[in-house]
């Protein structure tokens, strides 16, 4: 069985700080690992994703992710935050079979 | 594409009335899954099919839901009956597999359920 664990359901941080949110995983296999966000009212859209190769993945509006299979993390991380990206962000893990969700962590962005 | 299309947007229903949510997947993809999402609960896999084959409910919360994939374009999420607590966010999301791999899931806009 797979499972996401993402710390802190809510984040705060001022706008042109850095945005971290932390994710750690379970899985039997090596894992697939996604980054999605969700604006209010909408559905999810993807962010990034991990699936072989380079552990550093970088996705849309900036942010990237890595993944640290000694640690079973893959947080995501932005330099800059940006009064825009204030969403709920969602972390999920693939056995390739089916994807399972994190409960989610809310960004506010602080003028 | 346009994208996983659900319908409806939303539905308020009142309690002990059948829900049937709709879901047609991007064309192509083989995977489906059915979500529900509440401030509670958070984003629960209900069920997901592959090649319109149920492959594990064990999400689903109880007898009252079922869910349906007749053919590769089309799936219905139903309730019957509705209850107050199954009032949520149903979200549904196709996925492609290639050379054995899964890649993402792409999320329809979701139906928001009230159930009263």
């Known amino acids: 069985a797979q499972s996401v664990t993402q710390l802190g359901s809510h984040v705060s941080v001022s706008e042109g700080a850095l945005v971290l949110l932390r994710c750690n995983y379970s899985?039997?296999?090596?894992?697939?690992l996604f980054w999605y966000v969700q604006y209010p009212n909408q559905g999810l859209q993807l962010l990034l994703k991990?699936?072989?190769?380079?552990?550093l993945v970088k996705g849309i509006n900036g942010f990237e992710a890595e993944f640290k299979k000694s640690e079973t993390s893959f947080h995501l991380t932005k330099p800059s935050a940006h009064m825009s990206d204030a969403a709920e962000y969602f972390c999920?893990?693939?056995?390739?079979?089916?994807?399972?969700f994190g409960a989610g962590t809310r960004l506010t962005v602080k003028p | 594409d346009a994208g996983v299309i659900q319908s409806p947007r939303h539905e308020v229903t009142e309690m002990g009335q059948e829900v049937t949510l709709r879901c047609k997947p991007i064309?192509?993809?083989?995977?489906l899954f059915w979500y529900r999402q509440t401030m509670m609960r958070g984003l629960e896999l209900l069920i997901y099919?592959?090649?319109?084959?149920?492959?594990?409910d064990s999400g689903m919360p109880e007898d009252r839901f079922s869910a349906k994939m007749p053919n590769a374009s089309f799936s219905t999420l139903k309730i019957q009956p509705s209850e107050p607590r199954d009032s949520a966010v149903y979200f549904c999301?196709?996925?492609?597999?290639?050379?054995?791999?899964?890649?993402?899931?792409?999320f329809g806009q979701g139906t928001r359920l009230t159930v009263v």
């Open positions: 999301a196709s996925s492609l597999t290639g050379a054995g791999q899964n890649t993402e899931a792409f």
């Open positions: 899985s039997s296999v090596p894992p697939y």
């Open positions: 991990y699936t072989t190769g380079a552990t």
């Open positions: 999920a893990v693939s056995d390739r079979l089916d994807m399972r």
């Open positions: 064309s192509g993809h083989d995977y």
């Open positions: 099919f592959n090649n319109n084959v149920p492959i594990d």
